[in-house]
């Protein structure tokens, strides 16, 4: 099975960036499709960003451009920069995993981000 530990969260200012990582195991990372989610308190789970074996990214349309997801393969880790937080930004994320020849996701324990005004 994939296996998912995330870090990078905390507190930052407004205006402020955090680049959080997501360290995978447990299979070939290359194969694997990554993403990351988050989810504000009183809110459903949403969308940041993935990211393909191939490098290939999908945004939400929101973040793009403050967000970038991107990926080391020699590390088996995943990474989100976030820049220009705002106190919107305001979640746990979450990173996920799948493998592209088959369905099932993947999920890490998530890590709070916190945005301060």
């Known amino acids: 099975q994939v296996q998912l530990v995330e870090s990078g969260g905390g507190l930052v200012q407004a205006g402020g960036s955090l680049r959080l990582s997501c360290a995978a195991s447990g299979s070939i990372f290359s194969s694997v499709v990554m993403g990351w989610y988050r989810q504000a308190s009183g809110k459903q789970r949403e969308l940041v960003a993935t990211?393909?074996?191939?490098?290939?990214?999908n945004y939400a349309d929101s973040l793009k451009g403050r967000f970038t997801i991107s990926r080391d393969n020699a590390k088996k880790t995943a990474y989100l920069q976030m820049n220009s937080l705002k106190p919107e930004d305001t979640a746990v994320y979450y990173c996920s995993a799948r493998r592209f020849y088959e369905s099932i996701v993947y999920w890490g324990q998530g890590t709070q981000v916190t945005v301060s005004s």
């Open positions: 990211i393909t074996g191939g490098g290939s990214t």
